[in-house]
């Protein structure tokens, strides 16, 4: 969790077609100090299983930097 307790909390939410358009403005909001960016998965995963694994794709690909 970042420490930006001084500042109000902002999470950007985004939707794209694609995760490759997620990262430049995830990138975006992270380097104007939002708190986090929110996503949703496609409608396509079935199982649980495929939900996690979308938001894993997501992470990795809209802040791959992140921990």
Request: aromatic share 2%; glycine share 6%.
């Amino acid at each position: 969790m970042l420490d930006r307790t001084a500042l109000p909390v902002v999470v950007a939410g985004m939707s794209a077609p694609g995760f490759a358009a997620t990262r430049e403005p995830a990138g975006e909001v992270m380097a104007r100090r939002a708190a986090g960016v929110m996503a949703s998965p496609p409608h396509t995963p079935r199982t649980d299983d495929a939900v996690v694994a979308c938001y894993a794709k997501a992470a990795r690909t809209a802040a791959p930097t992140a921990r």
